[in-house]
Nanobody, 125 residues
Framework: QVQLVESGGGLVQAGGSLRLSCATS????????MGWFRQTPGKERDFVAA????????FYADSVKARFTISKDNAKNTVYLQMNALKPEDTAVYYC??????????????????WGQGTQVTVSS
């Protein structure tokens, strides 16, 4: 099975930047896409960004478009999320996910079969 490990979270001031990493290990039947989601207590896990593993096509939530950039390194089996111009509302636990198919929208956490443990991102005002 696949294991995902996120890193790079921390505490930053508004306007600052962070670069999250998600390292993968193990074997998936097929890596169709990987994505980043974020979640705060009592709320649903929300879509942030996703990337097609084969083509590199990217998708972003409107709330992070123009500020966040998702990228990947196939050789390292790692996906990144560069976050710039961070806002307090970006505060959340960020999760990396991997899906082996495309039976549902990439903007929903359902359909992502594997998840990391999450990394905390806190943006102070």
């Amino acid at each position: 099975q696949v294991q995902l490990v996120e890193s790079g979270g921390g505490l930053v001031q508004a306007g600052g930047s962070l670069r999250l990493s998600c390292a993968t290990s193990g074997r998936a039947f097929n890596t169709y896409a990987m994505g980043w989601f974020r979640q705060t207590p009592g709320k649903e896990r929300d879509f942030v960004a996703a990337i097609s593993w084969s083509t590199g096509s990217t998708f972003y939530a409107d709330s992070v478009k123009a500020r966040f950039t998702i990228s990947k390194d196939n050789a390292k089996n790692t996906v990144y999320l560069q976050m710039n111009a961070l806002k307090p509302e970006d505060t959340a636990v960020y999760y990396c996910g991997l899906r082996e198919d495309m039976v549902s929208s990439i903007m929903r956490p359902t359909g992502f079969q594997y998840w990391g443990q999450g990394t905390q991102v806190t943006v102070s005002s």
